[in-house]
């Protein structure tokens, strides 16, 4: 029995999708714990792509079982269409495969109104969410009045619900927002039908882990987003409404902590960011554009361009002191190929000639931190056909064990391209 947490180290889309998916062959049960469907992971098997945002990535494997914990915000309009997409690309997506829990808060209409409203009323200082409505479901989930999954089930409370919910939110939508009124009966009729529909899938999650793990198997728990996007730990503001470190797989599953074997934290071969917020190592320059061109960083969920600059070891071991991570898996090192010169920031440096290793809290010092750069010889070789961690390239190698050096933890895999072959394992994980 193991339980293996995946986390993305950075901004998120370190591709985690992609190393889910692989690992997914050594577990029976695949778990998402927190975020929603601003999440988006993409998979590509047998050459054909995959991009999920609720559902998790190991739903390919036809005997493993996906489970969406209770610290997901589900939108079930979304999770109906990913489904019916899977199933018309002949996934089979059965409620045997796919468990639901019970407990997971809902995204209703209101969130999404209110997500959109509240970015537009910031202009400038927006943070550049993905609009999905995950900010205000957390409120309300905080605030004890969010809709869970379980009462989709009970027509009568969930009308309650929506109808004292849809009356204070009207009341910022049209008074505050200047935005159109909500119908709740209109809404009512549509998440009764949602209800209908995902019932058979909804089940007490935590209880069926408990059950795989005292029958000795393995789960794998897959993060969305990333690190510096942790309510608690991140770039606050500019960061999600949930946990997306380590522990939260626990909290966000109803697992208990003793039950965690290991933490393998994803690190993109160089650094993204979508949306709003403070990126020192970002490049706005042709190099930025040539990364983001060349390893095609355009959102999965939004499409929006994504920010590109160098590795930041400092953001990658922050998030393995915040996660425990026992391992790091590498992505996209093909997408350097080609560099002449390839920067690692090792620490900041501040305006009185001082040096952090941490990310410190306050953005206005954020703000004044200068990157301290170590620069490393590229490659020109293509790394896509390489399997063998000692047929890469010399500076590959070099590049990749100082970066393990300052991160603090050993590598466990290296990917080389998008497909699920594509990888280098250095270390099992199951
Ligand atoms: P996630 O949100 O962490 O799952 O990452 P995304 O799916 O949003 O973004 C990662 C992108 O990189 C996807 O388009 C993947 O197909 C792609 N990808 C993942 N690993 C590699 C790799 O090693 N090389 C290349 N070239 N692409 C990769
Ligand atoms: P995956 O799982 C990258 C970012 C948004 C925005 C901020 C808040 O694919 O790595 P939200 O809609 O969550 O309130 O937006 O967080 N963000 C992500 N960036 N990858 C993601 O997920 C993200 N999910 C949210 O762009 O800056
Ligand atoms: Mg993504």
Same mark, same amino acid.
């Given at each position: 029995?193991?339980?293996?947490?995946?986390?993305?180290?950075?901004?998120?889309?370190?591709?985690?999708?992609?190393?889910?998916?692989?690992?997914?062959?050594?577990?029976?049960?695949?778990?998402?714990?927190?975020?929603?469907?601003?999440?988006?992971?993409?998979?590509?098997?047998?050459?054909?792509?995959?991009?999920?945002?609720?559902?998790?990535? /190991?739903?390919? +494997?036809? #005997? @493993?079982?996906?489970?969406? &914990?209770?610290? !997901?915000?589900?939108?079930? $309009?979304?999770? =109906?269409?990913?489904?019916?997409?899977?199933?018309?690309?002949?996934?089979?997506?059965?409620?045997?495969?796919?468990?639901?829990?019970?407990?997971?808060?809902?995204?209703?209409?209101?969130?999404?109104?209110?997500?959109?409203?509240?970015?537009?009323?910031?202009?400038?200082?927006?943070?550049?969410?993905?609009?999905?409505?995950? /900010?205000?479901? +957390?409120? #309300? @989930?905080?605030?004890?009045? &969010?809709?869970? !999954?379980?009462?989709?089930? $009970?027509?009568? =409370?969930?009308?309650?619900?929506?109808?004292?919910?849809?009356?204070?939110?009207?009341?910022?939508?049209?008074?505050?927002?200047?935005?159109?009124?909500?119908?709740?009966?209109?809404?009512?009729?549509?998440?009764?039908?949602?209800?209908?529909?995902?019932?058979?899938?909804?089940?007490?999650?935590?209880?069926?882990?408990?059950?795989?793990?005292?029958?000795?198997?393995?789960?794998?728990?897959? &993060?969305?987003?990333?690190?510096?996007?942790?309510?608690?730990?991140?770039?606050?503001?500019?960061?999600?409404?949930?946990?997306?470190?380590?522990?939260?797989?626990?909290?966000?599953?109803?697992?208990?902590?003793?039950?965690?074997?290991?933490?393998?934290?994803?690190?993109?071969?160089?650094?993204?960011?979508?949306?709003?917020?403070?990126?020192?190592?970002?490049?706005?320059?042709?190099?930025?554009?040539?990364?983001?061109?060349?390893?095609?960083?355009?959102?999965?969920?939004?499409?929006?361009?994504?920010?590109?600059?160098?590795?930041?070891?400092?953001?990658?071991?922050?998030?393995?002191?915040?996660?425990?991570?026992?391992?790091?898996?590498?992505?996209?090192?093909?997408?350097?190929?080609?560099?002449?010169?390839?920067?690692?920031?090792?620490?900041?440096?501040?305006?009185?000639?001082?040096?952090?290793?941490?990310?410190?809290?306050?953005?206005?010092?954020?703000?004044?931190?200068?990157?301290?750069?170590?620069?490393?010889?590229?490659?020109?070789?293509?790394?896509?056909?390489?399997?063998?961690?000692?047929?890469?390239?010399?500076?590959?190698?070099?590049?990749?064990?100082?970066?393990?050096?300052?991160?603090?933890?050993?590598?466990?895999?290296?990917?080389?391209?998008?497909?699920?072959?594509?990888?280098?394992?250095?270390?099992?994980?199951?």
């Amino acid at each position: 029995m193991a339980c293996v947490v995946v986390v993305g180290s950075q901004w998120g889309d370190e591709g985690k999708g992609k190393v889910v998916d692989l690992l997914t062959e050594g577990v029976s049960g695949i778990v998402r714990f927190q975020g929603g469907n601003n999440a988006g992971h993409t998979l590509v098997v047998g050459g054909e792509k995959f991009i999920l945002h609720l559902i998790p990535s /190991g739903i390919l +494997y036809a #005997d @493993k079982t996906s489970y969406i &914990g209770n610290g !997901v915000v589900v939108d079930p $309009e979304v999770l =109906l269409m990913e489904i019916d997409r899977l199933i018309s690309r002949g996934v089979e997506v059965g409620p045997q495969r796919l468990r639901l829990s019970e407990r997971a808060q809902v995204i209703m209409p209101y969130h999404k109104a209110l997500d959109l409203a509240r970015e537009k009323a910031k202009g400038g200082a927006a943070i550049g969410t993905t609009g999905r409505g995950i /900010g205000p479901c +957390y409120e #309300d @989930k905080a605030a004890r009045v &969010g809709v869970r !999954v379980c009462d989709l089930l $009970e027509p009568e =409370l969930l009308k309650a619900k929506i109808e004292a919910n849809v009356k204070e939110k009207n009341f910022w939508l049209t008074s505050y927002y200047q935005e159109p009124a909500l119908d709740p009966a209109a809404i009512l009729e549509q998440y009764l039908a949602y209800g209908r529909r995902l019932a058979p899938h909804v089940t007490d999650v935590s209880l069926e882990l408990d059950g795989l793990l005292k029958a000795g198997k393995n789960l794998l728990f897959e &993060g969305a987003q990333g690190t510096h996007l942790d309510i608690d730990h991140g770039t606050y503001p500019y960061v999600t409404s949930s946990n997306p470190v380590a522990g939260s797989a626990c909290t966000g599953a109803g697992v208990g902590v003793t039950r965690l074997n290991s933490v393998q934290g994803l690190v993109k071969a160089y650094t993204t960011r979508v949306g709003g917020g403070p990126f020192p190592t970002e490049l706005l320059d042709a190099t930025g554009e040539w990364l983001r061109d060349k390893g095609g960083e355009f959102g999965s969920t939004t499409g929006r361009p994504r920010r590109c600059g160098w590795l930041d070891a400092v953001v990658v071991r922050h998030a393995v002191r915040l996660s425990g991570i026992t391992g790091l898996c590498i992505t996209k090192l093909d997408v350097l190929t080609g560099l002449d010169k390839i920067k690692l920031c090792v620490a900041y440096r501040l305006p009185d000639g001082s040096t952090l290793e941490a990310l410190p809290a306050s953005l206005t010092r954020l703000a004044q931190c200068q990157p301290v750069y170590e620069e490393f010889a590229g490659w020109r070789d293509d790394l896509t056909g390489i399997r063998r961690y000692e047929d890469l390239p010399q500076a590959c190698r070099v590049y990749l064990g100082r970066l393990s050096e300052l991160a603090g933890a050993p590598l466990t895999l290296v990917s080389v391209g998008p497909e699920r072959e594509s990888t280098i394992m250095l270390k099992k994980v199951f």
